[in-house]
């Protein structure tokens, strides 16, 4: 059966162009959909046996007890970062704590209002799921400033404009550079979050970034669970909380 009659050169040409832009999208997707399975990682969180102060110093011997984070890996591979990341976790009643020390010798911060575009610099980044089930989920931001943003997302991506006009009562962070790099010490209340605050033995759903830039269109993405895509919001790739005494 004749499928298609004579192509004229316009047709011939846009048949071309869809032709290679599907060629194209097939290796694109390939390149991250081939990336090696990674397991979904599990933290424990202890709680605080005393009050944590918001200052980036971590001089409270609760840090010291907290399970250390540090294989982050590339956010589209699963291959080990290139940088080094020490995340740790505490709670109490009140509020989760979190700490990511990055190193970094290229500090890339300008941004100066609270929601600005921090994802687009270097920046740490913390999603938290309460209730795993994609729905009313966090994004917190601070940058090497100390610069805030938060967003209260419905459902995946959803609403990005409305999400960022929610705050989070209470959310505090500092920030200190060193040598190698700068580290973020983060307060997380629990009065504001979706379900309000866990119990022992309970469990949440979380994602741990870090945006390392490097100047205009280069940069590194890395994470705790690898979402193993070009999008840091794959909620199934997020890893799990689990809260202990």
Request: a negative charge; proline letters at 6%.
């Amino acid at each position: 059966m004749r499928l298609l009659g004579r192509l004229t050169p316009r047709t011939a040409g846009l048949l071309a162009l869809v032709t290679v832009a599907a060629m194209g999208v097939v290796v694109w997707q390939a390149g991250w959909l081939s990336a090696p399975e990674t397991s979904i990682p599990e933290a424990t969180v202890v709680k605080a046996r005393g009050p944590i102060a918001i200052d980036s110093r971590l001089e409270e011997p609760d840090w010291a007890r907290a399970e250390r984070l540090r294989d982050f890996v590339i956010s589209t591979s699963g291959r080990r970062a290139p940088l080094d990341v020490d995340a740790r976790m505490l709670w109490d009643e009140q509020a989760l704590y979190v700490m990511f020390d990055v190193e970094d010798y290229d500090i890339v911060s300008t941004f100066t209002q609270r929601d600005d575009a921090l994802y687009t610099e270097d920046v740490v980044e913390l999603f938290l799921d309460p209730n795993g089930d994609g729905k009313d989920y966090v994004e917190l931001e601070v940058s090497p400033n100390g610069v805030l943003f938060d967003a209260l997302f419905p459902s995946y991506r959803k609403a990005l404009e409305r999400s960022k006009r929610w705050n989070l009562p209470g959310l505090r962070a500092a920030v200190a550079t060193h040598d190698e790099g700068y580290r973020v010490e983060l307060r997380v209340p629990f009065d504001g979050l979706p379900g309000g605050a866990p119990n022992a033995g309970d469990t949440w759903r979380a994602h741990l970034y870090r945006i390392d830039q490097h100047g205009e269109g280069e940069g590194h993405f890395t994470a705790w669970s690898a979402p193993l895509a070009p999008d840091f919001h794959v909620l199934a790739r997020m890893g799990t909380l689990r809260f202990v005494d």
